[in-house]
């Protein structure tokens, strides 16, 4: 059973800065990639960013673009998210999630899913 496991959420007001982290526990996961997405009550869970092992290739949603940075943070399985220039509506729970084909921004790219964190960025 492959488990993720998400750190780092909290509470921070706008302008403020958090690092999520998610590590992959569990039987050996032999990802292509990960991911970040994140829901508000009522919506659809909303692509954040992405990142492939082997091309390199890194995604972000439009709205975090240029505020948000996606790495590879000490292992292959692990996967980190630095969030600057926080604003009140980056206000949600965080989700990791692990594909062993390619990390995209839909939700289906994924089989696998941590239970999520939450952020709150007060204004």
């Known amino acids: 059973q492959v488990q993720l496991v998400e750190s780092g959420g909290g509470l921070v007001q706008a302008g403020g800065s958090l690092r999520l982290s998610c590590a992959a526990s569990?039987?050996?996961?032999?990802?292509?990639?990960m991911g970040w997405f994140r829901q508000v009550p009522d919506k659809e869970r909303e692509f954040v960013a992405s990142i492939n092992w082997s091309s390199g290739a890194i995604y972000y949603a439009d709205s975090v673009k240029g505020r948000f940075t996606i790495f590879r943070d000490n292992g292959k399985n692990t996967v980190s998210l630095q969030m600057n220039s926080l604003k009140a509506e980056d206000t949600a729970v965080y989700y990791c999630?692990?594909?062993?084909?390619?990390?995209?921004?839909?939700?289906?790219?994924?089989?696998?899913w941590g239970r999520g964190t939450q952020v709150t960025v007060s204004s």
């Open positions: 569990g039987r050996s996961l032999s990802s292509n990639g």
């Open positions: 999630a692990a594909s062993t084909r390619w990390a995209g921004p839909g939700p289906t790219s994924y089989e696998y």
